[in-house]
């Protein structure tokens, strides 16, 4: 009943709510769920953690107003724009360092392809490479931390938000890299669709690189300080708004009405999400008194099926899921469900491990989800940005990503060293 309206577009907290509500009732009757209701969205929104969401989205939308992206392009542009296909490659750069201070992979793809498909489009880039790598790309500001998606996971899981962002952080730099070689292949196979560029001179380089101090600064500042144990996720969240803010003003992007503008953003994101979590509560509610995801575990379990190959059918789930579900959606709906026959298996890891492994995994493949056909929301977002390509050719770009996407996805299942190297080394 959930998927059937979603599929009609019923909004994603209407529906959880619904079959939340409807399923509870069934099951126990109006005066419980009245009970419950009084009490549990209070402890929901309580949760201290949450208060990292507004934070990194009002980040983000200072970020927009500071002009970091279009510095990050620049940079990344000349050091790799005279290379054959070298501006996308650019592109994703500039993507991943946004989606060091940003979180959100909309954001990144919105933001960055207003800067960089101008440029794609002087040099003659093809409609399907230049907005392939953006809608690629962008998919790095929900892994590269900070990750609002990565935090609502944690919370779901119980599990630590500062090990989180550590063990995203190696998986992140994989993605990038891996995005940068699926672009010099494609250019290889197909040299008219990735031109080469401007070669920049050693002084133009440096000034460019001056320019992404900001960024380099709120990076080591937030995320430094999160790792180092300085501060909080929360508090660190805080820094980067309130720096955020200060370059913005100070370079002359940001006056009151900006100002009123970034919290009006933060604050309707906020509500998005806060909605959507309040309809899992119900739905997780329902689910619990059912006792599915216990059963399901069981069922499992005596199935006799090997835990790699349940892992892989949950892979497999995700992608089917990311046709016709945004990224948040799919982490609350599904890993109350997924995450009890997760633990009950043997991986031969602690269990906080296993949270990590497991998290950054579903992470990667819920990002892969922003880009698949027949409904990538990156790809609708950047294509709309690009008049005159076609919607066909944005995603015949983005299969050379989603290749990456697919060998990264089995690299870091079968070497969770990969994942867990960092944290076990910051303990």
Not at 6 to 18: C, D, E, S, W, Y
Not at 123 to 133: E, F, I, V
Not at 149 to 162: C, D, P, S, T, Y
Not at 217 to 245: N, Q, R, S
Request: glycine residues 10%.
């Amino acid at each position: 009943m959930l998927l059937a309206l979603l599929v009609i577009r019923v909004p994603v907290a209407v529906a959880m709510i619904t079959v939340g509500v409807g399923g509870y009732v069934s099951l126990n009757g109006w005066l419980p769920l009245f009970s419950y209701a009084k009490t549990s969205v209070y402890h929901a929104f309580s949760n201290y953690d949450l208060s990292v969401v507004p934070m990194f989205l009002l980040m983000s939308q200072f970020a927009s107003k500071a002009g970091l992206s279009r510095a990050l392009f620049e940079a990344a542009n000349t050091f790799l724009g005279h290379r054959r296909g070298g501006v996308a490659m650019a592109a994703v750069g500039g993507c991943a360092g946004f989606g060091a201070i940003c979180g959100s992979s909309l954001a990144t793809a919105a933001t960055m392809a207003q800067v960089a498909l101008p440029e794609l489009k002087r040099y003659k880039y093809s409609g399907a490479l230049a907005t392939g790598a953006l809608a690629a790309g962008g998919t790095l500001g929900i892994l590269i931390p900070p990750s609002v998606v990565l935090v609502i996971f944690a919370i779901a899981v119980e599990a630590n938000i500062v090990t989180m962002f550590q063990a995203a952080l190696v998986p992140g730099i994989l993605a990038a890299l891996g995005y940068l070689l699926a672009i010099s292949v494609y250019v290889r196979v197909r040299p008219e669709a990735g031109p080469v560029g401007h070669r920049a001179e050693r002084g133009e380089r440096l000034r460019a690189l001056i320019e992404t101090w900001p960024v380099i600064l709120i990076f080591a500042i937030v995320i430094g300080g999160i790792y180092a144990g300085v501060f909080h996720p929360t508090e660190g969240a805080a820094f980067g708004a309130f720096g955020t803010a200060v370059i913005a003003f100070w370079r002359g992007g940001l006056r009151l009405e900006g100002f009123i503008d970034c919290v009006r953003g933060a604050a309707v994101s906020t509500g998005m999400i806060f909605m959507i979590l309040m309809g899992a509560d119900f739905f997780n509610a329902f689910l619990g008194f059912s006792r599915m995801p216990l059963e399901l575990a069981d069922w499992i379990s005596a199935s006799g099926l090997a835990p790699i190959v349940i892992l892989l059918l949950i892979i497999l789930i995700y992608l089917l899921l990311g046709c016709v579900m945004d990224s948040l959606a799919m982490i609350l709906l599904t890993v109350p469900v997924f995450w009890p026959v997760i633990a009950g298996l043997d991986f031969g890891m602690p269990e906080a491990d296993l949270k990590m492994w497991f998290g950054i995994i579903v992470l990667i493949v819920v990002e892969v989800g922003l880009i698949t056909p027949p409904v990538g929301l990156n790809v609708f977002v950047i294509n709309s940005m690009a008049p005159g390509v076609r919607l066909k050719e944005t995603f015949m770009g983005v299969l050379p990503f989603l290749a990456s996407d697919a060998i990264r996805v089995a690299l870091l299942i079968l070497f969770p060293a990969l994942t867990l190297w960092l944290p076990h080394l910051l303990k």
